[in-house]
């Protein structure tokens, strides 16, 4: 049998929106994390082939997950759900760093994004740790080059501010990565 | 401190960041993923469920 085509980056935006929206019904606020939203704030140049979302708050009871999931058509599951050939990783409460999240209304509804900041320090975290990564250090160039042209909303203040925390603490990788993104911006505009 | 977006808005700066990214990718500048089976950070459980779903690659 064929593979089917794994589903682009707007349907998972679409999906994602759906899914929010139908807990936002029931009173609780999902928002997107993870390698999903720099597939977001990238465009689809980092792929991911998941959604990851989690709960700003408390997550509800696993009997309220599954029943906001079945009402989507989705089967019975605890965490991974497959939503018009998505998949869509429902997790726990999303522990963020940072407040500065971008909201977006989409006409499946709105859309909440991890701080593009959080997405880049921990881009910035992981091309480094445990080992070197260049994926992970080419998604964050992609980020920063996206921001540096102000396409991409980002407050250097905070990813600064982030990367100086206990557990990242590599401010130095962020300035030796934002002089490389600066040099490539300068090649192309 | 969020930072609110209309699609129309939001759609509008996706378009320059493709344009943006299609002079980076002219440049050499592309990400190529591993696939799914080496994108370690993901569980077993999903990564096996992307390859069953999408093949090896995890890619269209």
Redesign the interface.
């Known amino acids: 049998m064929d593979q089917p085509a794994n589903p682009d980056f707007k349907q998972r935006e679409r999906i994602a929106a759906r899914v929010s929206a139908a807990f936002k019904a029931r009173g609780y606020q999902l928002v997107q994390y993870g390698g999903a939203t720099v597939e977001q704030f990238s465009r689809g140049r980092y792929t991911t082939s998941d959604v990851d979302l989690g709960f700003i708050d408390a997550a509800p009871p696993l009997e309220v997950r599954a029943e906001v999931m079945a009402s989507l058509g989705c089967e019975r599951g605890t965490r991974l759900y497959l939503l018009e050939g998505v998949v869509v990783d429902l997790g726990g409460h999303a522990e963020l760093l940072s407040s500065r999240l971008v909201e977006i209304s989409t006409p499946d509804g709105t859309l909440l994004l991890e701080a593009p900041e959080e997405s880049l320090v921990q881009r910035v975290l992981m091309s480094v740790y445990p080992q070197e990564d260049d994926d992970q250090k080419k998604a964050a160039l992609i980020l920063m080059t996206q921001a540096l042209a102000g396409h991409l909303p980002l407050d250097w203040n905070e990813v600064e501010r982030l990367a100086a925390l206990p557990g990242f603490k590599i401010q130095s990788v962020v300035s030796a990565y934002k002089k490389e993104a600066e040099e490539l911006i300068s090649k192309v505009t | ?7 129309e808005e ?1 759609d509008e ?2 378009r ?3 344009e ?2 299609v ?2 990718a ?2 050499g ?1 592309i ?4 696939p ?1 089976e080496q994108q370690t ?2 569980s077993p ?2 990564r096996a ?2 390859k069953k ?3 090896p690659t ?3």
């Open positions: 401190m969020r930072r609110v977006f209309s699609m939001w700066r996706g320059r960041m493709e943006l990214s002079r980076l002219q440049q500048f990400i190529k993923r591993p799914i950070r993901k459980q999903k469920l992307l779903l999408y093949g995890g890619q269209s």
